[in-house]
């Protein structure tokens, strides 16, 4: 094609007054937005190639970098936004599917920045985290109807369950979708902190098998890596049917990102793409997922949690419902906002419903049929900080994922462009130049902080509720007040108004 009728979507900025021209940003640049020039012995920039992910300005020595939206105004009109029409030239272009990475972003309700939460006066005060103990340990898994109890003695057989130290878990990311560098840093963590990280689709690589214990290992319609072996190194399995940046659709892992360590992992052969078909080609009604759940805990002896995973949905109660009477231990919400290596950005930002409304009418379902009990309810796809947690907990959540929040914890600048395997921060790539660039340790350090952080967050919040149990929270929706909501989101959410 002659003629590309793309503008660059950032333009770079170089203070010539501080540039000392050592070439930092040519090195730290895997698109290529900075370059040499050999004759002039100057760098200079390609605003084309550049996704905005803020490494060489981070890096540069000097300071001397900035980088904004390339100032190209098009004539105002509501419907033909630039957005629109960029995506327009691009498909004109390449006739091709829009891909993205991470998750949703346009500008619909938050609905957890519409409810506040309630603080104790005068009477039932407050407790202070500081000086008194507060609780956060949570147990994952399906409880029994009652408990029997003879000379303080426990009859009852307890279904395996997780133990958290803290509400938060990592969310599920493929070796293949990050590095292995991104994964020795969560699976660390999470033994640091006293929580889980799952594997995501991609298999467990051997040197993570060390952290079986705080290890969810997935099982989704790909089936990569899938072995006796590999189900029994984990502390539950998750099967995953959905996933909120792209309900109703499969995976794609490009052929460029297998590489060796990839390929042994998954199971698949070096260099060819990993495809993850739409449905599990087992499963066609909840009877077949029934039998997958049992194969499960049939090949782990009934010993771990099985958790089922979907996307928030117009009808996800209705299918919570089913999935908790096919015999799941925990059932994962994943809400539209949940983040990805690559999705068709036309489905993650049309497709699913918010997380806060699928979580409210999960909980409401499972409690009105009975059967809140028989399994534990985990959301993600949005959790931003720890007042989002205690909101979700408030809701009915026993506990949550966190994946973006911990990615931007190991550095991520969310560009959204993890689906080209070209991440700066080593993150979302193969590339043995890039993903060196993130130090597992100093990763897992990082990542462990900010469990750590919200965790005393959430005792602040607990302790001026007058709460010391996170136990006593769950599903405690009065603790809630919706501000600038309708009636029928209210009722929805199943929250009275503030001032109510
Ligand atoms: S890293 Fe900074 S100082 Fe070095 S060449 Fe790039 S802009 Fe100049
Ligand atoms: S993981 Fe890397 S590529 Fe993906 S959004 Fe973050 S910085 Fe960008």
């Known amino acids: 094609m002659s003629l590309n009728y793309m503008t660059p979507a950032f333009i770079i900025e170089r203070d010539k007054d501080r540039c000392i021209d050592c070439q930092v940003c040519v090195r730290q640049c895997a698109n290529e937005a900075h370059k040499w020039d050999e004759e002039e012995q100057k760098v200079y920039s390609e605003d084309a190639n550049c996704v905005n992910c803020h490494r060489c300005v981070v890096m540069c020595p000097t300071r001397a970098l900035s980088v904004r939206r390339f100032p190209l105004e098009f004539r105002y009109n509501a419907n033909w936004t630039p957005e629109t029409i960029r995506a327009i030239y691009l498909q004109a272009e390449t006739g091709g599917v829009l891909l993205t990475g991470m998750g949703n972003d346009r500008p619909y309700p938050i609905y957890w920045d ?11 005060p407050s407790i202070d985290p500081l ?38 878990m990592f969310s599920a990311m493929s070796f293949g979708s990050i590095s292995l560098n991104a994964h020795k840093s969560l699976a660390a963590a999470a033994q640091q902190v006293g929580t889980y990280w799952n594997t995501g689709e991609g298999g467990l690589h051997r040197d993570l098998v060390q952290y079986g214990d705080h290890t969810i290992v997935q099982v989704a319609s790909g089936r990569f890596g899938i072995n006796p072996d590999y189900l029994k190194a984990g502390a539950a399995i998750e099967i995953k049917i959905g996933q909120g940046a792209k309900p109703g659709i499969g995976g794609h892992l490009p052929g460029e990102k297998v590489g060796e360590e990839v390929s042994k992992t998954r199971m698949i052969p070096l260099g060819t793409d990993a495809l993850s078909p739409a449905p599990h080609h087992d499963i066609y009604s909840i009877e077949d997922l029934r039998q997958l759940i049992y194969s499960l805990k049939e090949a782990t002896e009934y010993q771990k949690p099985v958790f089922v995973k979907i996307a928030a949905v117009h009808n996800v109660a209705a299918i919570a419902s089913g999935i908790v009477r096919a015999g799941a ?5 994943d809400g539209y906002r949940g983040g990805t290596g690559a999705a068709p950005l036309r489905t993650r930002d049309s497709v699913g419903i918010p997380i806060e409304f699928a979580l409210a009418a999960v909980d409401t379902r499972l409690r009105e049929e009975g059967i809140r009990n028989k399994a534990s309810l985990v959301i993600g796809g949005s959790i931003r900080n720890s007042t989002d947690i ?18 931007i914890a190991l550095g991520c600048h969310l560009c959204q462009k993890c689906y080209t395997g070209k991440c700066n921060w080593g993150i979302a790539t193969q590339d043995p130049q890039l993903y060196k660039r993130l130090n597992p340790e100093i990763g897992a350090e990082r ?5 750590k952080a919200w965790a005393h967050e959430i005792e602040e919040l607990l302790g001026g509720m007058g709460i010391n149990a996170l136990e006593s929270l769950r599903g405690n929706r009065l603790m809630l007040r919706g501000i600038g909501l309708t009636d029928r989101e209210l009722n929805i959410l199943g929250i009275k108004a503030a001032g109510e």
Not at 447 to 451: C, F, G, R, S, Y
């Open 329 to 333: 231990d925990v059932v994962v919400i």
């Open 131 to 168: 000086r008194e103990p507060m609780e956060l340990k949570t147990y994952l898994g399906r409880k029994p109807d009652f408990l029997k109890i003879k000379n303080g003695k426990l009859l009852e057989d307890i279904p395996p369950q997780l133990e958290l130290d803290v509400p938060i």
């Open 390 to 407: 205690v909101k979700a907990i408030a809701l009915g959540a026993d506990a949550v994922y966190i994946g973006t929040g911990a990615l």
């Open 447 to 451: 990542a462990a902080n900010l469990l």
């Open 114 to 124: 519409h409810m506040l939460l309630n603080a104790s006066q005068v009477t039932n």
